[in-house]
């Protein structure tokens, strides 16, 4: 943030104007010092794991494991993204102003949910360390205890961003259309908010316990069986219009946080090993 204006607006001789490929530059920085730092912490033994290359040697089977594991994850991160291509090209057709309120409404929702993601995360770890321990029950209790504190901090923000969407939306942009669109947007998105302690929390709890196919799966069904046919039907055979894209997006989040209710409470995935 701080290198941001410096290398995108430039300052004196010291850092030269570099418009938007400094703003991309000060991204590869902060990312690149940032892994610096962490590989120093780890192999420093500042925290409680200490990383050694001493008798370093490649474990296949624990190779094997890791990727049978992380593949369902990969696989899910495609998804998102070919989904979110699909979005715009829905969007496009409504206008330079439609497309910049979804682009502006993606890093809003982002930066909004980024202090209740942690909540979830920390479940998903504390799910794994608690199966593990062989205590599925307090693994159970761990996710619904998280999923509750989650959603009470989303209807928070959710009053707020009500009541006062202008304030938001007028932080990043002022251009009335794209403020009017992007208002509409936000309101709409307070769906999303407030089951979205759902979707993250167990979705994490699953992942952190090694069940990683079920949000897979969930993922791919709600958003090609359930958003992009009602992206379609919505936006361009009813009187919603770029609307209709917006909620398509949030009814299949609703969808996919009443399936993963359905199979956490199953409790398969208290019987998972990896």
């Not at 070919?82 to 890093?107: C, D, K």
């Not at 316990?209 to 079920?214: H, P, Q």
């Not at 958003?223 to 209709?244: D, E, I, K, N």
């Amino acid at each position: 943030i701080a290198l941001s204006p410096l290398l995108i607006f430039g300052w004196g001789d010291v850092f030269p104007r570099l418009g938007v490929s400094g703003a991309a530059l000060t991204g590869v920085i902060s990312q690149g010092v940032a892994g610096a730092i962490g590989m120093w912490m780890l192999y420093s033994g500042r925290t409680r794991i200490r990383l050694t290359m001493k008798n370093f040697r490649f474990d296949w089977q624990m190779i094997w494991r890791i990727t049978k594991i992380g593949i369902p994850s990969s696989i899910m991160g495609t998804e998102r993204s070919s989904a979110n291509l699909l979005v715009m090209w829905f969007i496009v057709p409504f206008g330079t102003a439609a497309v910049a309120a979804h682009a502006l409404l993606e890093r809003v929702d982002n930066f909004i949910r980024m202090p209740a993601m942690g909540l979830g995360n920390a479940a998903g770890v504390l799910a794994g360390q608690n199966l593990g321990a062989k205590q599925p029950e307090r693994a159970e209790k761990t996710a619904w205890l998280s999923v509750g504190l989650f959603t009470g901090v989303m209807f928070v923000i959710s009053v707020l961003v009500w009541f006062w969407p202008e304030y938001v939306i007028r932080v990043f942009n002022t251009e009335s259309g794209m403020v009017e669109i992007a208002v509409n947007f936000l309101r709409i998105q307070i769906v999303h908010f407030m089951v979205s302690g759902i979707t993250l929390v167990l979705m994490s709890c699953l992942n952190g316990v090694g069940d990683t196919w079920a949000p897979t799966l969930n993922t791919l069904i709600t958003l090609w069986g359930v958003q992009m046919p009602l992206a379609y039907l919505l936006s361009r055979f009813t009187t919603l219009g770029v609307l209709g894209v917006r909620w398509a997006m949030v009814i299949a989040v609703v969808v996919r946080a009443a399936v993963y209710v359905v199979y956490f409470r199953t409790g398969r995935w208290k019987h998972k090993t990896v």
